[in-house]
């Protein structure tokens, strides 16, 4: 393990550019009764710093229903998270992404076409009610899916009121699509091991669902490739290192990593947690690199470490850069609507009651 000292930024980064933040300043000034920015924490801090709302995923998804009187929201995050704006707001906004291609891997590990298969097998060997579930973390197919059969929607913030109102109706939860957060979240509510059934889907026998009957929680089988590299020897390792360390991970993390934890959370909570503690408190982050290089920079009364140095980072998160904000504001202020997120209604409108209704639960 590299050596640690307090305010020594290992993650390789160029400074802030003071002139991007300026031009893109002044260009949303000049738009400034028509557009609103959102951006995701793990942006990088040029976009931070011109954005008027910056939160994690249940924050902008609340905010994109809040808005008032701005025609545009320019959403800088991924793709998913601008396509719940779009679903959220009905269409009343238009929501455009710096980049839209701009993805999320874990969310592309649940393939619409895969989970009716798998649902319908689940449909056909058990008797009891199922809900399915998605984390936001999916595509506006899943959410649609969700919504016509039932089930509702949960961030990371959340997960844990969406999991009770579950459990009062009774049955199983159908969780998609990271398995982490669903194992977390069942754990962290009682459940044990012997609870979870993890459906690994094989295209050859997709209805292979032999023991889902006794568990209450069925998780498909999808991670986030950047939470899922920390392992509870890091933990371990940040603890030798620094004794007087906490260590707040994302529930995105594997479950021997949160249980190793001291506390998990939203990026939101995250950064709330850091925020609110002590002058030289020592805090381990295990999340995206971004954010714990902002936490660094902005709270150089703590000592704030990457869980393991010198952190991950979301390179679909990268894909969203100053510049191709830049664009997207210049062509707008000439007239121009360049990389809309827009959801067919079709689908937008069975999505649409899975998100709200997450928002009704957990308001
Ligand atoms: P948050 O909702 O906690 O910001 O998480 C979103 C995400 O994609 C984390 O990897
Ligand atoms: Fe998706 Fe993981 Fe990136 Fe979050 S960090 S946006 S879950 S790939």
Redo the contacts with the bound molecule.
């Keep these: 393990m590299i050596p640690l000292e307090k305010g020594v930024d290992y993650f390789t980064q160029s400074p802030v550019n003071q002139t991007m933040i300026d031009i893109l300043g002044s260009l949303k000034e000049r738009l400034s009764t028509e557009l609103i920015v959102l951006a995701?924490?793990?942006q990088c801090d040029e976009i931070v710093a011109v954005a008027d709302i910056v939160?994690?995923?249940?924050?902008?998804a609340q905010e994109a229903v809040a808005i008032k009187n701005k025609k545009y929201i320019l959403f800088a995050?991924?793709h998913f998270?601008a396509e719940s704006a779009d679903i959220l707001t009905e269409s009343r906004r238009v929501v455009l992404m710096p980049d839209p291609h701009a993805g999320?891997a874990?969310a592309d590990m649940a393939d619409i076409r895969e989970v009716e298969l798998v649902w319908q097998a689940l449909q056909d060997h058990i008797q009891e009610k199922i809900i399915p579930v998605t984390y936001?973390?999916s595509s506006a197919a899943i959410k649609a899916f969700v919504g016509k059969h039932g089930g509702t929607v949960c961030?990371?913030?959340n997960a844990g009121k969406i999991f009770e109102w579950c459990l009062n109706q009774g049955g199983k939860i159908f969780f998609l699509p990271d398995r982490y957060l669903g194992e977390n979240t069942a754990l962290e509510k009682r459940m044990s091991s012997k609870d979870l059934f993890h459906i690994t889907f094989n295209p050859k026998n997709p209805f292979f669902l032999d023991g889902v009957t006794t568990a209450k929680v069925l998780l498909w089988d999808g991670y986030?490739s950047?939470?899922r590299q920390f392992t509870a020897q890091d933990v371990r390792n940040i603890r030798r290192l620094f004794p007087e360390v906490r260590v707040i991970v994302?529930?995105?993390c594997r479950h021997e990593v949160v249980s190793e934890a001291d506390d998990t959370?939203?990026?939101?909570?995250?950064l709330k947690t850091v925020q609110e503690s002590k002058t030289g408190s020592v805090w381990a982050i295990g999340?995206?690199a971004h954010l714990v290089n902002r936490l660094q920079k902005n709270f150089p009364d703590k000592t704030i470490l990457h869980l393991k140095e010198p952190g991950y980072q979301?390179i679909t998160?990268t894909e969203s850069t100053p510049e191709k904000v830049h664009h997207v504001l210049s062509e707008l202020l000439k007239g121009h609507i360049i990389n809309r997120v827009h959801v067919e209604p079709s689908i937008a409108k069975d999505a649409y009651r899975a998100l709200n209704k997450m928002l009704e639960i957990t308001g």
Excluded: A
């Design positions: 995701h924490h793990y939160g994690d995923s249940l924050k902008l995050g991924v998270m999320c874990l936001i973390n961030t990371s913030g986030c950047v939470h994302h529930p995105e959370g939203s990026t939101e909570k995250i999340t995206e979301c998160m």
